[in-house]
C-alpha cells in the first residue's frame, strides 16, 4: 500500500515539473492561445487508483487498514468564466478498508458509481484546483473474513440502513501534462455515516479515499 502511495506522488511530481517545462519552453509559450483554449469544453476518461480506508463517526481511536482499488470513467469540462469551470464527471470506484478484529482479518470491497460535481479553478498554467461535493451510488458489497484457517466471503447490495445513496466532499488538484493529459490526485470524504448499526465487522464509519490518475482529454 505504501509503494502505491509513494508512486503516485512520484507520479505527480514527475507530471508537474513536465508541464512546467511544456507551458515554459519558448516554442510552448503562448499565453493567447492558453487562455483561448480555456473557453473551449471538452469531454474525455480517467482512469487512477483508489488508496482507501474508513474512519469512525464517532470514535477518533477506530483505525483501520488501506485498500487499494480502482477508478474509472468519463470527465467534462464546462467553462464558465475565467478562471473558473464546471467539471462533472461519472465514475466506477472501489473503495474499501481491512481490520484486524478478536477473530480474524475482515476486509470490506464496495463498488461505487461516484458523481463528482466539482468546481475547477485554473491556478496556473499547467496547475488546477479542484473542490466540490459527489453523489456516491453503492453498487455492492463484499465482506470476506480470514481466521487463518478458512475464508468466507458474503455479498451484498445495499448498507444496513438499506441506503445506497451518499452524498461526499472532495477536494483535489491538477497537472496539465499537455493539452490532452493531465495527473492528478483527489481526497473524498463521506459526509454521512455509512452505517448507523456498527458492530466488530461492520463499524460505523465514513469512507475516505486518496484517488490518483491520469486524465485524457479528446
Excluded: C
Excluded at 472532495?170 to 448507523?196: E, K
Aim: glycine content about 10%.
Amino acid at each position: 500500500m505504501k509503494k502505491i502511495f509513494f508512486l503516485a506522488i512520484g507520479l505527480l511530481v514527475a507530471g508537474s515539473v513536465s508541464a512546467q517545462r511544456y507551458y515554459h519552453s519558448p516554442r510552448n509559450d503562448r499565453s493567447g492561445d492558453n487562455n483561448s483554449d480555456f473557453y473551449q469544453p471538452t469531454v474525455g476518461f480517467e482512469v487512477g487508483v483508489n488508496v482507501s480506508n474508513s474512519v469512525s463517526s464517532y470514535n477518533s481511536n477506530y483505525s483501520t487498514g488501506g485498500l487499494a482499488g480502482l477508478n474509472a470513467g468519463i470527465t467534462f469540462n464546462l467553462p464558465l468564466i475565467y478562471p473558473l469551470s464546471f467539471a462533472p464527471e461519472v465514475l466506477y470506484s472501489q473503495k474499501g478498508y481491512t481490520a484486524a478484529t478478536q477473530d480474524g482479518n475482515f476486509t470490506q470491497r464496495t463498488d461505487f458509481i461516484d458523481i463528482p460535481l466539482l468546481a475547477k479553478f485554473k491556478v496556473g498554467p499547467a496547475f488546477n484546483f479542484y473542490i466540490g461535493p459527489q453523489l456516491s451510488y453503492l453498487l455492492s458489497t463484499t465482506n470476506t473474513y480470514n481466521n487463518g484457517f478458512t475464508i468466507s466471503s458474503e455479498q451484498y447490495y445495499e448498507n444496513n440502513n438499506g441506503h445506497k445513496s451518499f452524498l461526499d466532499g472532495v477536494i483535489g488538484v491538477s497537472f496539465d501534462i499537455n493539452r490532452s493529459v493531465d495527473l492528478h490526485a483527489r481526497y473524498t470524504i463521506d459526509m454521512q455515516q455509512t452505517d448507523n448499526y456498527g458492530n466488530t465487522y461492520v463499524p460505523d464509519y465514513r469512507n475516505q479515499v486518496w484517488q490518483f490518475g491520469l486524465g485524457f482529454k479528446f
